[in-house]
């Protein structure tokens, strides 16, 4: 069964590993012959040594205050995401009058936004905390909204005439066929929530993963600025993976298949 379960993943991502692998060599090689300056692409393994020097100021210090900014937001996104989804699909004039601002709030840069944030909270975790929630939570209220929006038409008129109100049609026709439309939602605002976390330091911070890049482009120590850009890309996946696992046990336990 083992063996079998080893063939099935080399063939799904032998691939992706190979195409790594040789990325990785071709990279060492350009690096090694000098054919890019080192502060501009260090190579892998300057950059692997750089990550073990800084192992304990990375993994210590930056990288818990980057995942605290990010789980904060994360989860502010999804509660305040799926309310507002849910709110607009029950209530046409919510709808009505609050799709187009959360339009408009993505259109703003936020680096524009960033300043007033930390007029507004400071230099602190807050600040940050601001900026991944509104980098994040528009794909959770368009994933709640859209999947609410489009299921549960074929037993409507069933739980209606059965004497049904409209929060038990929700929450037994609505919620289960949204559900996968609310997870991918999710997945993309955990991969957000990275990225404005990243932003937020590198504007106004004093710890966390993009503030130590920063410092770290700035005293041109490319090796250590592409150490925490690896750990910023791994903590995405990581998170990623744990989303894409919540949701394999949910759906799971609802019969639910994408």
């Known amino acids: 069964m083992k063996i079998i379960l080893i063939k099935a993943s080399l063939r799904e991502y032998g691939p992706f590993a190979l195409l790594v692998l040789l990325t990785l060599a071709l990279w060492?090689?350009?690096?090694?012959?000098?054919?890019?300056?080192?502060?501009?692409?260090?190579?892998?393994?300057?950059?692997?040594?750089?990550?073990?020097?800084q192992r304990h100021l990375l993994f210590?210090?930056?990288?818990?205050?980057?995942?605290q900014e990010v789980l904060l937001g994360f989860?502010?996104?999804?509660?305040?995401?799926v309310l507002l989804g849910?709110?607009?699909?029950?209530?046409?004039?919510?709808?009505?009058?609050?799709?187009?601002?959360?339009?408009?709030?993505?259109?703003?840069?936020?680096?524009?936004?960033?300043?007033?944030?930390?007029?507004?909270f400071g230099y602190t975790l807050w600040?940050?905390?601001?900026?991944v929630f509104l980098t994040a939570f528009f794909p959770v209220v368009v994933g709640t909204y859209d999947g609410l929006r489009k299921s549960g038409a074929i037993y409507r008129e069933l739980l209606l005439t059965l004497g049904a109100n409209?929060?038990?049609?929700?929450?037994?026709?609505?919620?289960?066929?949204?559900?996968?439309?609310?997870?991918?939602?999710?997945?993309?605002?955990?991969?957000?929530?990275?990225?404005?976390?990243?932003?937020?330091?590198?504007?106004?911070?004093?710890?966390g993963l993009g503030y130590f890049s920063r410092?770290?482009?700035?005293?041109?120590?490319?090796?250590?600025?592409?150490?925490?850009?690896?750990?910023?890309s791994a903590l995405g996946v990581v998170l990623f993976l744990c989303v894409v696992l919540l949701e394999k046990i949910i759906l799971q336990k609802r019969g639910i298949h994408r």
């Open 28 to 53: 060492e090689t350009a690096a090694r012959l000098k054919l890019v300056p080192p502060f501009i692409l260090p190579a892998p393994t300057a950059i692997w040594m750089a990550l073990a020097e």
């Open 60 to 67: 210590a210090e930056h990288l818990p205050a980057t995942l």
């Open 75 to 81: 989860v502010l996104s999804a509660c305040c995401g």
């Open 86 to 120: 849910t709110g607009m699909h029950m209530f046409t004039p919510l709808e009505k009058a609050l799709y187009p601002l959360l339009v408009i709030s993505q259109t703003i840069p936020l680096i524009a936004l960033s300043p007033i944030f930390i007029m507004w």
């Open 127 to 131: 600040s940050k905390v601001a900026v």
């Open 166 to 207: 409209r929060w038990q049609i929700l929450r037994k026709s609505q919620i289960p066929p949204a559900l996968p439309s609310l997870f991918s939602g999710l997945k993309l605002s955990i991969v957000y929530c990275v990225i404005g976390a990243t932003i937020g330091e590198w504007l106004g911070g004093s710890r």
């Open 215 to 232: 410092r770290m482009a700035g005293n041109l120590q490319s090796a250590e600025m592409f150490a925490a850009v690896f750990l910023l």
